[in-house]
């Protein structure tokens, strides 16, 4: 016994440390680390999502906004908002003040429970006043869509201490998914990670839909999310391929209202021509026909050559109708359309203009030979063109103050009326729903009639996975 004690002692005396450091290890690792490389490699699928666009930190695509995090209030499914993360709201100060009440024991992915002071959105000119229950806006003046405004989900940052690494920005939001990591080339993002607990999603950035469909090819990601054509991956096998309509975008031939070529008649003439058969897809304004401010039975420019003719020739143009249509890659053959029809068209309004007894300047009438160039550009110069083939996307509030009314640096049509300016500064004040209501569709009857655009269709929403 004392035998055994001696050379218990002894090793002890020489390997001791050794010892009492390799039983310290081993608890550390099964209680800290393990548990670590168990949340880092957990054996949950991953889907690897391709977006198509230009992203930032501060500027995050929408489906990944979404699933980090929830807005103060969310969009019903008539495209009016309700309370999310705030428990109601109310309106005062004659549509000045809005003051969301926060509900209790909503917590960030961090563990803080939400307070009003952590509601941030970036509003120009709005003052933010945060209570122990509240947040109130109060705004300028008086802007009836702003509770939609508020759905926009609320993160927070904080830099991320990280041992041996360089410190990195940590977003966090209000949700079960949460951010795991993010590749940036410069400023922009190039890959994002999210976990989950139904597993985990890598969205990967391309800048058109054309490279994202190749990364798809070359297998750098296993879906394409919502862009706007199958391409050649249509007819690919053991594919999950899901297409809708997106009502929130559509299709349309916007003019430069600036051109002194493009007359309202001129536009009218050139919006009948167009044969627009598109179905259930058709396209008759700016405005989400799901929209409770959508205008039932407007003006639909449906293709009428004798309509078409008459506007040409009540003020025939004194300079010939060539004109440039710019597009994207994504819609030549609809622009190879366009060129075709108009094309098409232009023999018949001659033969009406030289036979017209209206018109006494028969020479005039060979300017109606129209003439149209593609020009193609997946990113095109808004401040420069005369005919712009595009999608644009519908705002969920009918309020359209940014894309048509004269005074705004984003209206890239350039289209100005006194009228549809007075009606857009209405609709955003007026609380009243039936009043917004009317002014709305007032709206767009009117900006039909002055036609600064051909609406076409609502865009193809194309998701594909493996």
Not at 109 to 120: C, I, N, T, Y
Not at 221 to 227: A, E, F, K
Not at 295 to 318: C, N, S, T
Not at 423 to 440: A, H, S, V, W
């Amino acid at each position: 016994m004392r035998k055994l004690y001696w050379y218990i002692s002894s090793y002890v005396r020489k390997h001791g440390l050794v010892f009492l450091a390799s039983i310290v290890a081993a608890l550390l690792f099964f209680s800290l680390l393990l548990p670590l490389l168990h949340k880092n490699l957990a054996f949950k699928k991953t889907t690897y999502i391709a977006i198509v666009g230009d992203y930032t930190l501060t500027n995050l695509p929408k489906p990944i906004k979404n699933q980090l995090s929830a807005g103060l209030t969310k969009i019903g499914p008539d495209s009016q908002a309700e309370p999310l993360l705030a428990e109601r709201f109310v309106v005062s100060d004659e549509g000045k003040q809005y003051r969301f009440v926060i509900k209790k024991e909503v917590k960030w992915q961090d563990g803080r429970e939400l307070k009003p002071a952590d509601v941030f959105y970036n509003f120009a000119d709005v003052e933010i006043i945060s209570t122990p229950n509240e947040v109130i806006f109060n705004l300028p003046e008086p802007f009836t869509p702003f509770p939609v405004s508020v759905a926009e989900p609320l993160l927070r940052t904080q830099w991320e201490k990280r041992w041996l690494l360089p410190d990195r920005l940590q977003i966090i939001g209000i949700g079960q998914h949460r951010m795991l990591d993010y590749k940036l080339r410069g400023n922009n993002l190039t890959e994002f990670k999210i976990d989950g607990p139904e597993g985990r999603y890598v969205y990967r950035f391309y800048l058109t839909e054309s490279e994202a469909v190749n990364a798809f090819k070359r297998g750098e990601v296993d879906v394409l999310l919502n862009i706007s054509d199958c391409y050649d991956l249509c007819d690919w096998p053991r594919l999950e391929q899901a297409v809708e309509l997106a009502y929130d975008r559509y299709l349309a031939v916007f003019f430069n209202n600036a051109d002194p070529l493009l007359t309202k008649n001129i536009r009218q003439g050139l919006s009948y021509v167009l044969s627009k058969d598109y179905g259930s897809a058709r396209a008759l304004g700016p405005i989400n026909p799901r929209s409770w401010a959508y205008l039932q039975g407007g003006k639909d420019y449906a293709m009428d050559f004798e309509r078409a003719i008459e506007r040409l020739l009540d003020d025939v143009p004194r300079k010939p109708l060539h004109f440039e249509l710019t597009t994207s890659a994504n819609f030549i053959e609809e622009a190879e359309t366009i060129k075709r029809e108009l094309e098409t068209f232009a023999p018949q309004a001659i033969a009406a203009c030289q036979a017209s007894s209206s018109v006494s300047d028969k020479n005039l009438c060979q300017n109606l030979d129209l003439k149209i160039n593609i020009k193609v550009s997946n990113f095109p110069d808004l401040s420069n063109y005369q005919l712009l083939l595009i999608g644009q996307e519908s705002s969920t509030d009918p309020d359209q103050y940014f894309m048509w009314h004269s005074s705004q640096p984003t209206n890239f049509t350039r289209f100005k009326n006194t009228r549809i300016d007075s009606l857009l500064e209405k609709g955003r004040q007026t609380i009243n729903f039936d009043e917004r209501r009317t002014i709305y569709q007032e709206f767009q009857q009117y900006l039909l009639e002055d036609a600064p655009a051909i609406f076409l269709r609502y865009l193809d929403n194309y998701s594909i996975a493996r």
